[in-house]
Each structure stands twice: as C-alpha cells, then as structure tokens.
Nanobody, 111 residues
Framework: QVPLVESGGGLVQPGGSLRLSCAAS????????VSWYRQAPGKQRELVAQ???????YYKDSVKGRFTISRDAAKNTVYLQMNNLKPEDTAVYYC?????WGQGTQVTVSS
C-alpha cells in the first residue's frame, strides 16, 4: 500500500479552473489504474477519470472535454486538471489506486 495525498481543491467561480494533485511516496505506475472519484453531499461516490499504463484514459461523460488526467512518473503524482467548472462539479474529490484511497480534497464551484 502506497499512501495517497490529494491537494489543490478550493473555492472557484463557475467557469474557473483548478488542478488537483495526487501524490504518492512510492511508485504507483506499475500497471494498476489510478483514478479520481468524487462524492457530492447525499450522493454516491462516482468515478470521474482514470489513467491506466499512463496512456489509456477514461472520463465520465459529464467531464469529457473539461477535465484532463495526467501523470508525472518522476514525481509519483497524478493530476486532474479541471477547466470550465460547473456548480454540479462541487464534491469531495478522492484519489484511488486499488484498495488505497486518499483523504479527499474539497472542490466547491459557486458564485
């Protein structure tokens, strides 16, 4: 198990951008997918984006064209660039790898 630490959340106006980071203390790019999930109040946690083998990616339909998942192998870090944010993107965002979860970072989109 490699601990995951998220950062980069905050309050942003609609249309704004944020970049989330998921940092690990060890190698997490060994073929196991690394994913970003989110959970809004009163809702189930949902998969937002995933990167596998550093090449194959998946995006939830509602974030396609706005969110980009990427990685920096040298830093053992996965990023989620979020552009054109909408109020419905408000949630706690979690990084996940296998059974390992980070502590989450709050993203609030509001005017």
């Amino acid at each position: 198990q490699v601990p995951l630490v998220e950062s980069g959340g905050g309050l942003v106006q609609p249309g704004g951008s944020l970049r989330l980071s998921c940092a690990a203390s060890g190698n997490i790019f060994d073929g196991v997918p690394v994913s970003w999930y989110r959970q809004a109040p009163g809702k189930q946690r949902e998969l937002v984006a995933q990167v596998n083998f550093g090449v194959r990616t998946y995006y939830k339909d509602s974030v396609k064209g706005r969110f980009t998942i990427s990685r920096d192998a040298a830093k053992n870090t996965v990023y989620l660039q979020m552009n054109n944010l909408k109020p419905e993107d408000t949630a706690v965002y979690y990084c996940n790898r296998a059974s390992q979860w980070g502590q989450g970072t709050q993203v609030t989109v509001s005017s």
